[in-house]
């Protein structure tokens, strides 16, 4: 039985593969939705031809639904537009309000979903026109827009926002996750480190093997990787980089160990201390010394999947303890 979020986007499992900066692709997100989930693209920092390029490709290997997602720190308004020449039917936005670009996406025919990290923020995208609400907790991975709980974030933002569906994010990892997130109210959950464990995420050998072996106590919350994205606090595993800057007295930018030090070099040009860069598989260098971004929930992540089975096994699980609890899965 279809719920309000899968009905919304045309999916089967209220599942939405997060779209996490420099780990996204149009195999891993075609994965995702040819599994009945939502697989989604970042494409909020790649030029535009590289926007269009990613989403042809994508439209290439699944016919099922999928996502965009755009960052409002920077100008997004060319990028949208070829969202919409292309006909990518959904757009999600994150870092900030989106304004009129939230009426453009719907001109264009998209289904919009915008990352609220409170009830406040939550209540003016939705009175903005947002279809669906991400209500991202302060557990996740990468960037963090709020600091509230995903527990106590989650009822607060359906309360405040109904009867638009809300999807749940951060530290959800598994099917209990899922089924927890459901029972306070969400329609489905954004799920981002679960699926860096996944055999289709692009991201470095490295980071995935530090992602399988951290606990839930190993991520830090700070700004310490800002360069190129300054003011944007986020969460990552403990390393090399961040305990230097500790052992220093956490000075601010300009004052800290081996700043400006090129300690990896990507496909795309050098990677400095301190930079807000995804390990990707064409890195090469010193990658513990890299961004790695992950959420609490990433001591549930313990072993290398592909994402269709990631999304089956999340929906059998979450369906298995709520029909347990006497519950009627809407999935």
Not at 133 to 154: F, K, N, P, S
Not at 293 to 315: D, F, K, N, T
Request: aromatic share 6%; charged share 20%; hydrophobic share 45%.
């Amino acid at each position: 039985m279809p719920n309000a979020f899968t009905t919304l986007v045309g999916i089967e499992i209220p599942i939405v593969q997060a779209a996490m900066g420099g780990a996204t692709s149009p195999q891993f997100a075609a994965a995702v939705s040819n599994a009945g989930g939502l697989g989604m693209l970042a494409l909020g920092w790649s030029p535009p031809e590289a926007v269009r390029a990613e989403i042809r490709a994508t439209k290439a290997l699944t016919e099922r639904p999928f996502g965009v997602n755009l960052v409002l720190t920077y100008p997004q308004e060319e990028r949208l537009a070829i969202c919409l020449e292309e006909g990518v039917p959904v757009i999600s936005f994150f870092w900030g309000q989106a304004g009129p670009l939230m009426a453009e996406a719907h001109r264009g025919g998209a289904k919009v979903l915008h990352t609220a990290g409170s009830a406040e923020q939550a209540r003016i995208s939705a009175e903005d026109g947002a279809d669906a609400i991400v209500a991202q907790g302060w557990e996740a991975g990468g960037h963090v827009y709020g600091r509230v709980a995903t527990m106590a974030l989650v009822p607060a933002v359906v309360d405040q926002v109904a009867p638009v569906p809300v999807l749940a994010a951060g530290g959800i990892a598994d099917g209990r996750g899922l089924a927890a997130a459901m029972a306070l109210g969400a329609a489905g959950a954004w799920i981002g480190t679960r699926f860096l464990a996944s055999i289709e995420a692009p991201i470095h050998a490295r980071y995935r093997d530090r992602i399988l072996s951290a606990k839930e106590t190993d991520t830090e919350y700070g700004t310490v990787f800002d360069v190129g994205w300054p003011d944007a606090p986020h969460r990552s595993l403990r390393n090399k980089t961040i305990e230097a800057w500790e052992a220093a007295g956490r000075p601010p930018a300009g004052g800290r160990p081996n700043e400006g030090v090129v300690v990896a070099k990507s496909p795309y040009g050098d990677v400095v201390s301190y930079q807000s860069h995804t390990p990707g598989s064409g890195d090469e260098g010193d990658i513990d010394a890299l961004a790695l971004w992950s959420g609490q929930g990433v001591s549930l992540v313990r072993h290398v999947q592909p994402a269709a089975e990631i999304v089956r096994e999340m929906s059998d699980e979450a369906r298995a303890i709520l029909a347990r609890l006497g519950n009627d899965p809407s999935f």
